[in-house]
Protein backbone atom coordinates (compact mmCIF):
# COMPACT_ATOMS: atom_id res chain seq x y z
CA UNK A 1 0.00 0.00 0.00
CA UNK A 2 0.99 3.83 -0.72
CA UNK A 3 2.16 5.71 2.50
CA UNK A 4 -1.33 7.79 2.22
CA UNK A 5 -3.02 4.43 2.05
CA UNK A 6 -1.35 2.81 4.83
CA UNK A 7 -2.23 6.06 6.99
CA UNK A 8 -5.42 6.06 5.97
CA UNK A 9 -5.15 2.24 7.17
CA UNK A 10 -3.88 2.49 10.68
CA UNK A 11 -6.57 5.39 11.30
CA UNK A 12 -9.54 3.03 10.40
CA UNK A 13 -7.79 0.36 12.59
CA UNK A 14 -7.32 2.57 15.59
CA UNK A 15 -11.18 3.49 14.90
CA UNK A 16 -12.17 -0.29 14.77
CA UNK A 17 -10.34 -1.36 18.08
CA UNK A 18 -11.54 2.16 19.60
CA UNK A 19 -15.35 0.96 18.48
CA UNK A 20 -14.98 -2.25 20.22
CA UNK A 21 -13.53 -1.04 23.19
CA UNK A 22 -16.98 0.91 23.22
CA UNK A 23 -18.89 -2.26 22.57
CA UNK A 24 -17.17 -3.90 25.69
CA UNK A 25 -14.72 -5.30 23.99
CA UNK A 26 -16.64 -7.09 20.85
CA UNK A 27 -17.55 -6.38 17.58
CA UNK A 28 -18.99 -7.81 14.51
CA UNK A 29 -17.26 -8.79 11.62
CA UNK A 30 -19.90 -6.48 9.11
CA UNK A 31 -18.80 -3.83 11.38
CA UNK A 32 -14.98 -4.45 10.48
CA UNK A 33 -15.77 -5.05 6.71
CA UNK A 34 -17.71 -1.86 6.90
CA UNK A 35 -15.32 0.09 8.24
CA UNK A 36 -12.26 -1.27 5.75
CA UNK A 37 -14.68 -1.35 2.65
CA UNK A 38 -13.45 1.87 0.73
CA UNK A 39 -9.69 -0.09 0.90
CA UNK A 40 -10.62 -2.79 -1.69
CA UNK A 41 -8.44 -4.96 0.99
CA UNK A 42 -8.11 -8.84 -0.20
CA UNK A 43 -9.48 -11.51 1.99
CA UNK A 44 -5.93 -12.13 3.61
CA UNK A 45 -5.42 -8.73 4.67
CA UNK A 46 -9.03 -8.98 6.17
CA UNK A 47 -8.03 -12.08 7.89
CA UNK A 48 -4.91 -10.19 9.15
CA UNK A 49 -7.03 -7.30 10.52
CA UNK A 50 -9.56 -10.29 12.39
CA UNK A 51 -6.23 -12.01 13.85
CA UNK A 52 -5.23 -8.41 15.24
CA UNK A 53 -8.02 -7.61 16.55
CA UNK A 54 -8.03 -11.11 18.66
CA UNK A 55 -4.65 -10.74 19.81
CA UNK A 56 -6.08 -7.30 21.86
CA UNK A 57 -8.61 -9.61 23.35
CA UNK A 58 -11.16 -8.16 21.12
CA UNK A 59 -14.13 -10.92 20.54
CA UNK A 60 -15.19 -11.12 16.74
CA UNK A 61 -19.72 -11.03 16.58
CA UNK A 62 -19.69 -12.87 20.53
CA UNK A 63 -17.95 -11.35 23.14
CA UNK A 64 -14.75 -13.17 25.16
CA UNK A 65 -14.02 -13.63 28.58
CA UNK A 66 -11.76 -10.94 29.82
CA UNK A 67 -10.61 -13.25 32.71
CA UNK A 68 -8.93 -15.57 30.71
CA UNK A 69 -6.07 -13.19 29.25
CA UNK A 70 -5.11 -12.86 33.30
CA UNK A 71 -2.13 -14.22 34.49
CA UNK A 72 -2.27 -15.67 38.55
CA UNK A 73 -1.16 -12.59 40.11
CA UNK A 74 -3.57 -10.52 38.62
CA UNK A 75 -6.33 -12.57 39.53
CA UNK A 76 -5.13 -12.67 42.47
CA UNK A 77 -4.62 -8.56 43.07
CA UNK A 78 -7.89 -8.34 41.06
CA UNK A 79 -10.01 -10.08 43.88
CA UNK A 80 -8.77 -8.55 46.35
CA UNK A 81 -9.35 -5.44 44.80
CA UNK A 82 -12.64 -6.11 44.41
CA UNK A 83 -13.40 -7.78 47.97
CA UNK A 84 -11.88 -4.15 48.66
CA UNK A 85 -14.95 -2.21 47.19
CA UNK A 86 -16.93 -5.00 48.19
CA UNK A 87 -18.21 -2.40 51.76
CA UNK A 88 -18.84 0.28 49.06
CA UNK A 89 -23.06 1.44 49.43
CA UNK A 90 -25.31 0.79 46.82
CA UNK A 91 -27.20 3.27 44.99
CA UNK A 92 -30.24 3.63 43.01
CA UNK A 93 -30.48 4.63 39.51
CA UNK A 94 -32.52 7.63 41.29
CA UNK A 95 -29.36 8.54 43.70
CA UNK A 96 -27.04 8.07 41.29
CA UNK A 97 -28.75 10.73 38.97
CA UNK A 98 -29.26 13.31 41.92
CA UNK A 99 -25.34 12.51 42.88
CA UNK A 100 -24.42 12.93 39.53
CA UNK A 101 -26.31 16.25 39.31
CA UNK A 102 -24.82 17.83 42.59
CA UNK A 103 -20.99 16.44 41.20
CA UNK A 104 -21.70 18.65 38.07
CA UNK A 105 -22.77 21.12 39.92
CA UNK A 106 -19.11 20.96 41.59
CA UNK A 107 -20.27 19.60 45.07
CA UNK A 108 -17.33 17.95 46.43
CA UNK A 109 -18.84 15.49 48.69
CA UNK A 110 -21.13 14.31 45.62
CA UNK A 111 -17.60 13.95 43.37
CA UNK A 112 -16.00 11.67 45.69
CA UNK A 113 -18.99 9.77 46.05
CA UNK A 114 -19.48 9.73 42.63
CA UNK A 115 -16.00 7.92 42.43
CA UNK A 116 -16.85 5.17 45.26
CA UNK A 117 -20.02 4.62 42.42
CA UNK A 118 -17.76 4.66 39.31
CA UNK A 119 -14.93 2.17 41.19
CA UNK A 120 -15.73 -1.10 40.37
CA UNK A 121 -16.32 0.06 36.42
CA UNK A 122 -12.00 0.33 36.43
CA UNK A 123 -11.42 -3.31 36.52
CA UNK A 124 -13.91 -3.83 34.39
CA UNK A 125 -12.34 -1.88 31.77
CA UNK A 126 -8.84 -2.46 32.75
CA UNK A 127 -9.35 -6.39 31.88
CA UNK A 128 -10.28 -5.02 28.58
CA UNK A 129 -6.98 -4.28 27.98
CA UNK A 130 -5.04 -7.19 29.49
CA UNK A 131 -2.39 -8.60 28.38
CA UNK A 132 -1.27 -5.81 25.96
CA UNK A 133 1.94 -5.18 27.80
CA UNK A 134 0.80 -3.15 31.24
CA UNK A 135 -0.13 -5.00 33.98
CA UNK A 136 -3.47 -4.90 35.07
CA UNK A 137 -2.77 -2.98 38.85
CA UNK A 138 -1.03 0.04 37.16
CA UNK A 139 -3.92 -0.31 34.29
CA UNK A 140 -6.60 -0.21 37.53
CA UNK A 141 -4.17 2.51 38.74
CA UNK A 142 -4.22 4.55 35.64
CA UNK A 143 -8.17 4.35 35.11
CA UNK A 144 -8.59 5.37 39.04
CA UNK A 145 -6.61 8.53 38.50
CA UNK A 146 -8.87 9.15 35.02
CA UNK A 147 -11.51 8.78 36.94
CA UNK A 148 -10.78 11.37 39.98
CA UNK A 149 -10.19 13.83 37.42
CA UNK A 150 -13.39 13.11 34.98
CA UNK A 151 -15.64 13.74 37.79
CA UNK A 152 -13.92 17.31 38.60
CA UNK A 153 -15.14 18.08 35.11
CA UNK A 154 -18.47 16.98 34.80
CA UNK A 155 -19.71 20.23 33.87
CA UNK A 156 -18.63 19.67 30.85
CA UNK A 157 -21.44 17.55 30.19
CA UNK A 158 -25.18 18.77 29.33
CA UNK A 159 -26.92 15.84 31.13
CA UNK A 160 -26.20 13.42 33.99
CA UNK A 161 -27.51 10.36 31.38
CA UNK A 162 -23.55 11.55 29.90
CA UNK A 163 -21.68 10.80 32.53
CA UNK A 164 -21.10 7.13 32.20
CA UNK A 165 -19.90 7.34 28.61
CA UNK A 166 -18.00 10.71 29.69
CA UNK A 167 -16.08 9.06 32.81
CA UNK A 168 -15.60 5.22 30.59
CA UNK A 169 -13.96 7.74 28.13
CA UNK A 170 -11.74 9.26 30.34
CA UNK A 171 -10.46 5.88 31.86
CA UNK A 172 -9.97 4.07 28.06
CA UNK A 173 -8.12 6.96 27.22
CA UNK A 174 -5.51 6.59 30.62
CA UNK A 175 -5.32 3.29 29.94
CA UNK A 176 -4.76 3.24 26.05
CA UNK A 177 -2.01 5.83 26.80
CA UNK A 178 -0.10 3.64 28.84
CA UNK A 179 0.04 1.16 26.78
CA UNK A 180 1.24 3.23 23.90
CA UNK A 181 3.84 4.74 26.28
CA UNK A 182 5.35 1.43 27.00
CA UNK A 183 5.02 0.40 23.73
CA UNK A 184 7.29 3.15 22.83
CA UNK A 185 9.63 2.26 25.83
CA UNK A 186 9.63 -1.04 24.24
CA UNK A 187 10.69 0.27 21.29
CA UNK A 188 13.40 2.51 22.55
CA UNK A 189 14.76 -0.11 24.59
CA UNK A 190 14.95 -2.59 21.41
CA UNK A 191 17.03 -0.27 19.46
CA UNK A 192 19.50 0.47 22.33
CA UNK A 193 20.08 -3.33 22.17
CA UNK A 194 20.02 -3.06 18.95
CA UNK A 195 22.97 -0.65 18.99
CA UNK A 196 24.77 -2.26 21.78
CA UNK A 197 25.06 -5.53 19.67
CA UNK A 198 25.96 -3.73 17.02
CA UNK A 199 29.32 -2.23 18.33
CA UNK A 200 29.81 -5.38 19.91
CA UNK A 201 29.30 -7.94 16.89
CA UNK A 202 31.84 -5.62 15.26
CA UNK A 203 34.00 -5.16 17.76
CA UNK A 204 34.54 -8.97 18.23
CA UNK A 205 35.27 -9.88 14.20
CA UNK A 206 38.09 -7.04 14.12
CA UNK A 207 39.41 -8.63 17.65
CA UNK A 208 39.13 -11.91 16.58
CA UNK A 209 41.15 -10.24 13.18
CA UNK A 210 44.25 -8.96 15.48
CA UNK A 211 43.88 -11.64 18.34
CA UNK A 212 43.60 -8.76 20.91
CA UNK A 213 41.05 -6.13 22.21
CA UNK A 214 40.23 -2.80 19.71
CA UNK A 215 40.57 0.45 20.66
CA UNK A 216 38.01 3.06 20.29
CA UNK A 217 40.00 4.51 17.38
CA UNK A 218 40.92 1.02 15.77
CA UNK A 219 36.87 0.41 15.71
CA UNK A 220 35.82 4.04 13.99
CA UNK A 221 38.71 3.29 11.51
CA UNK A 222 37.24 -0.21 10.58
CA UNK A 223 33.74 0.74 10.46
CA UNK A 224 33.90 4.42 9.68
CA UNK A 225 31.42 5.16 12.89
CA UNK A 226 31.76 8.22 14.49
CA UNK A 227 33.47 8.30 17.78
CA UNK A 228 30.64 9.34 19.92
CA UNK A 229 28.12 6.30 18.50
CA UNK A 230 31.09 3.76 19.85
CA UNK A 231 30.77 5.31 22.89
CA UNK A 232 27.91 5.51 23.63
CA UNK A 233 26.94 1.91 22.83
CA UNK A 234 30.00 0.98 25.34
CA UNK A 235 28.03 3.44 27.86
CA UNK A 236 24.48 1.57 27.43
CA UNK A 237 26.52 -1.85 27.72
CA UNK A 238 27.43 -0.77 31.51
CA UNK A 239 31.47 -1.10 29.67
CA UNK A 240 30.78 -4.64 29.02
CA UNK A 241 31.42 -5.04 25.80
CA UNK A 242 34.67 -6.82 26.74
CA UNK A 243 36.04 -6.69 23.16
CA UNK A 244 36.70 -3.43 23.00
CA UNK A 245 40.27 -2.07 25.33
CA UNK A 246 38.35 1.01 26.61
CA UNK A 247 39.03 3.47 29.14
CA UNK A 248 36.91 5.89 30.31
CA UNK A 249 38.78 9.62 29.92
Same mark, same amino acid.
Do not use: C
Given at each position: ??????????????????????????????????????????????????????????????????????????? $????????????????????????????????????????????PMVPDIAKMYAEQGVFLEDLIGDGNEALTRGVKILNAMEAPSEADAFLSKM??????????????? $??????????????? $?????????????????????????????????????????????????
Amino acid at each position: MENNKEKEFAQILEKVTRLAREQKNVISEQQVKDAFAQLQLSDAQFDQILDYLKKHNVGIDEPVDPDEYLTREET $DYLQEYLESLAELPEVSAAEKEGITISAMAGDKSAQNRLIEIYLPMVPDIAKMYAEQGVFLEDLIGDGNEALTRGVKILNAMEAPSEADAFLSKMMMDAMEEAIAQNLDE $DARGQKVVKKVQEVA $DRAGELAEELRRKVTVEELMEETGWKKEKILEAIKLSGNAIEDIDYKEE
